[in-house]
C-alpha cells in the first residue's frame, strides 16, 4: 500500500471535521487513545469479511442496524439488552423465512460522530455550531456545549468498550440458547399481534430444535447464531486513526475501533476521508445516493479495492422512495460492466426523511417502498440484494410514524440524539414484511 499510513489522511483536504481550538490538547488525547487497547480483534475483522464474501456468493444476508447517533446520556444495560434482543428477533424471522446466515452487524459501540449539513443553527436570532454527536459536541443549545472537545472521544471509546462488553458476553453465553427464543420479546411489547405472531414461530422453531435433539443432533453450541459484528461511520478521523493497530500476524493495520466501517454520503468526496479507508484491513461501506456519479463510483472501487476482491466493499443504497428506481439502475448497470465486486445492501432510512411541525420524522410506509423497490429492481437487474441498513432501536419511541406510532403520538416519546428511528414493533413489522419478500423470491 503505498504512501499510505493511518496518519496519511492529515495531507489530504477534508470535509465534516471539527474545529478542535486547543492543538496540544487534542494531540494529548490521541496519544492517550493510541495507548489504550483495541477494540476489536484483526482475527475477527476478517470472520467478518469472510462472511461478507458469503454474501457475495448469495449465501447469506446482512441485517445492519441501530441508532443513527449513539448517546452518552441515554446509555444503559437494558438500551442495549433490548436492542440485542430485538436484533436477534428479527434474524429468526428473516433466517427462517430465507434459510440463510443472518450476519448481524450493530450500529453501535462507536457510532458517535454525525455529518451535517449545516455547519450553524440557527434558534431564536441565535448561531451556534451545528450538534455533530456526543463524541464531539453536546447536544444543548449553548456555546459551550456546542464547542468541540478532544476528551469526548475518550468518553466514547470507554462507553464503547462496556457497550462492546455486554454484547459479547451476551452472544457469548447469555442469551445463545434456543430455549430462549420465544423469550427474546420486548416487555413492553409483550401483547402486542407482532410480538404473539414473533412467540409463535420462535415456538415452533424451539420445538423443532428440540425434535432434532431427540434424534441425536447435538445442537449444544449455538454456533453462529449470536455472533455480533459491530460498526459505524467512519467520520472522526482523529479517533479512527488513534484506534489502528498492526496486526502481529500479516502485519496489515486494521482499524480496531470497530469491525465494519462506512463512509458517509457526504463525506463519499472527502479526500481524507478516502485516503484513510483505503488503507485499513477491515470491510468498508459507502453510503450511495441520488447525487454519487457512477464514474466516480468506479474510480472509488479502483482505489478503495484495487484487487476487487469480493467482501471488501458494501455499496448501501440510500437514495429514497422517489429516487431509486431512476438512479439505481444506472449504478448497477455501471458495476456490472466493469465488473466490480461489491454487496449491496439498502438503507431505506436516509432518503426518506421528511418533518412534521418542526419534527424529523419518517413514514414507515415510505421506508417499505424503498425496501420494495429495492428488491424488486435487484431481481430485476440480476443482483443479490445483500441486505438491509436501518436505523432502530429496541426502546418503545415514538419517532416514524405508522404501525402503532401516529402523527398525534410523535410527540409522546421522541427521544432520538439524531435521525428518527423504528420502534421494536415496527422493527418487527418490516422483518416480517421482508420475511414474506423471501418466501415468494426464494
Ligand atoms: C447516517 O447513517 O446516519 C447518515 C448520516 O447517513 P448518510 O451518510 O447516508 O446521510
Ligand atoms: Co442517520
Redesign the pocket.
Known amino acids: 500500500m503505498s504512501n499510505w499510513s493511518p496518519a496519511s489522511w492529515r495531507r489530504y483536504p477534508i470535509k465534516q471535521s471539527p474545529n478542535y481550538k486547543n492543538t496540544q490538547y487534542l494531540y494529548n488525547t490521541e496519544e492517550t487513545l493510541a495507548s489504550y487497547p483495541p477494540l476489536v480483534f484483526a482475527k475477527e475483522v476478517d470472520l467478518l469479511k469472510d462472511k461478507l464474501k458469503q454474501v457475495a456468493q448469495r449465501k447469506a444476508f446482512v441485517l445492519q442496524g441501530g441508532d443513527?447517533?449513539e448517546s452518552f446520556a441515554r446509555f444503559s444495560a437494558s438500551s442495549i439488552r433490548d436492542f440485542y434482543k430485538l436484533i436477534l428477533q428479527m434474524s429468526i424471522i428473516l433466517g427462517f423465512a430465507s434459510g440463510k446466515e443472518i450476519i448481524k452487524i450493530g450500529?453501535i459501540a462507536g457510532?458517535f460522530a454525525?455529518?451535517r449539513s449545516q455547519e450553524f443553527e440557527e434558534r431564536d436570532g441565535q448561531s451556534l455550531p451545528s450538534f455533530r454527536g456526543d463524541m464531539i459536541n453536546a447536544s444543548e443549545f449553548d456555546s459551550k456545549s456546542r464547542e468541540h472537545d478532544p476528551q469526548r472521544m475518550i468518553q466514547a471509546y470507554h462507553q464503547s468498550v462496556a457497550t462492546l462488553n455486554l454484547l459479547r458476553a451476551f452472544s457469548k453465553g447469555g442469551m445463545a440458547d434456543f430455549h430462549l427464543f420465544p423469550q427474546y420479546n420486548l416487555e413492553f411489547a409483550n401483547t402486542h399481534p407482532l410480538s404473539k405472531r414473533y412467540k409463535q414461530l420462535a415456538n415452533h422453531i424451539s420445538r423443532a430444535f428440540a425434535f432434532a435433539q431427540s434424534c441425536g443432533i447435538n445442537l449444544q453450541s449455538m454456533g453462529n447464531f449470536c455472533e455480533f459484528f459491530i460498526s459505524h461511520?467512519a467520520l472522526l478521523l482523529n479517533y479512527e486513526e488513534a484506534l489502528c493497530r498492526k496486526d502481529s500476524l500479516s502485519g496489515e493495520i486494521y482499524d480496531c475501533s470497530s469491525h465494519f466501517l462506512?463512509i458517509?454520503?457526504?463525506?463519499l468526496s472527502s479526500p481524507a476521508h478516502i485516503e484513510f479507508i483505503r488503507g485499513i484491513q477491515n470491510p468498508k461501506g459507502l453510503?450511495i445516493?441520488s447525487r454519487t456519479s457512477p464514474d466516480d463510483l468506479l474510480k472509488l472501487l479502483d482505489i478503495l479495492n484495487p484487487q476487487n476482491l469480493q467482501g471488501e466493499v458494501a455499496l448501501?443504497v440510500?437514495m429514497g422512495k422517489d429516487n431509486i428506481q431512476t438512479y439505481f439502475p444506472t449504478i448497477v448497470e455501471k458495476i456490472k460492466q466493469y465488473g466490480k465486486e461489491v454487496i449491496w445492501l439498502s438503507?431505506p432510512?436516509?432518503g426518506n426523511t421528511t418533518t412534521s411541525q418542526g419534527l424529523k420524522t419518517r413514514q414507515f410506509e415510505s421506508i417499505l417502498e424503498e425496501l420494495r423497490h429495492f428488491f424488486a429492481l435487484s431481481l430485476d437487474l440480476g443482483i443479490y440484494a445483500g441486505g438491509i441498513?436501518l436505523?432502530m432501536t429496541g426502546e418503545n419511541v415514538t419517532e416514524c410514524i405508522g404501525g402503532s406510532v401516529t402523527q398525534e403520538a410523535l410527540y409522546q416519546n421522541y427521544i432520538t440524539q439524531?435521525?428518527p428511528r423504528l420502534n421494536a414493533t415496527q422493527s418487527l413489522e418490516l422483518a416480517f414484511w421482508l420475511s414474506e419478500v423471501f418466501q415468494n423470491n426464494p
Open positions: 443513527c447517533a450500529r457510532q454525525k455529518p461511520e462506512w458517509g454520503e457526504r463525506t453510503k445516493s448501501i440510500r438503507d432510512m436516509h441498513h436505523e439524531c435521525d
